[in-house]
């Protein structure tokens, strides 16, 4: 069990209203297995951290001093889950995507691809569900983590060595493909490859793999389109890849106050995480373009090729998660609706 330790601050300062208020510091250990440029540690760094600061600061009470270790200084983007659970870090990103066998439910929007790549709806969905979702709460629970923020990418297309006009181009061809995504490739003709945003440069440069199915803010920052100049636009949709996290054991030791701090301060981080990604995802285009990155568009009748000639994949992942499954997965969809969204397939018909 680990336990929060607080020391009041030594010296109370005399100002012109009297005596200031003592403060208990906090010490906080925070990290990621990604450098601070991607997208997702970005929103730990730049929105998390300050937010809460600023909450106590107004408050007065209580400071948070912040051991920072990202870019992987700790774990790796294999070890995320358990970093967090363990109590390596206190609050980490944690990469859901990379965890079928632990944290299952959280993948669900993984085997439903082409369900929409409004990735601020994904946002919205999943700070809900994992906070009133039963089923996706308790799971954060079971693995002693609590969740407060989602973290999500932008639509998924394809970066690869050559251009993709027909599904016929992708025959034989070795793409990386993070965790269950690998299921989009199934009937493709295509060989999936695991890996990360920090692992397909060197792949594609190396020639383990010819391209990846990534996303315009992760590739950017990572210069994986000087190694692989061709996108093909498919629209695969934006993604629920995990959520920042905190060690279920220290969250309950912190003072109510700073538990609150760090609620709001994650509400606050989801809503510029999402701005955050519009925006570089943007810029990513224009930069991309102007180093030499060629764009090319799936024509509508493959890509509808592609969409119906997928098999069942969300089937083996609700023969994993049994009931629990069918209940997020219709939450999901439901909440897809709900929102105006009109998925390419309807995964969860008949469930």
Request: proline letters at 5%; hydrophobic letters at 40%; aromatic letters at 10%.
């Amino acid at each position: 069990m680990k336990y929060v330790t607080f020391t009041a601050v030594a010296a109370l300062g005399i100002t012109a209203a009297g005596w200031a208020a003592a403060q208990e510091q906090i010490t906080v250990n925070i990290g990621s297995s990604h450098p601070e440029a991607n997208i997702w540690v970005y929103a730990m760094k730049n929105t998390f951290q300050p937010e809460v600061n600023r909450i106590l600061a107004e408050a007065g009470e209580y400071q948070v001093n912040w051991n920072e270790a990202y870019a992987g200084t700790l774990y790796k983007f294999t070890d995320t889950r358990e970093a967090v659970m363990d109590g390596i870090v206190d609050v980490g990103m944690v990469g859901t995507v990379w965890e079928g066998a632990n944290m299952p439910l959280q993948n669900v929007t993984y085997f439903t691809p082409f369900a929409t790549s409004d990735h601020k709806m994904i946002i919205e969905i999943f700070d809900d569900l994992s906070q009133n979702l039963p089923e996706l709460a308790n799971s954060w629970s079971e693995n002693g983590m609590v969740h407060l923020s989602s973290l999500i990418t932008d639509s998924y297309d394809i970066y690869a060595t050559f251009p993709v006009n027909t599904m016929a181009d992708l025959k034989n061809r070795k793409l990386n493909a993070p965790g269950t995504s690998a299921n989009w490739l199934r009937e493709t003709g295509a060989t999936p490859v695991d890996g990360a945003l920090t692992t397909y440069y060197t792949n594609i440069q190396t020639g383990v793999t010819e391209g990846t199915l990534s996303f315009a803010s992760g590739i950017l920052p990572t210069r994986v389109y000087e190694v692989a100049p061709e996108l093909t636009r498919v629209g695969i949709g934006s993604m629920y890849f995990g959520g920042i996290a905190a060690n279920e054991a220290f969250f309950e030791g912190l003072p109510e106050p700073v538990q609150r701090a760090f609620r709001e301060a994650a509400k606050a981080t989801s809503v510029a995480h999402g701005d955050y990604v519009a925006s570089l995802a943007e810029r990513a285009m224009t930069e991309m373009q102007a180093a030499g990155l060629t764009v090319h568009e799936l024509p509508e009748a493959e890509k509808t090729a592609w969409v119906e000639g997928l098999p069942d994949i969300v089937e083996p992942w609700l023969e994993q998660t049994g009931d629990a499954g069918k209940v997020v997965l219709k939450a999901y969809f439901d909440a897809l609706r709900e929102r105006g969204a009109t998925p390419l397939r309807n995964w969860d018909e008949g469930r």
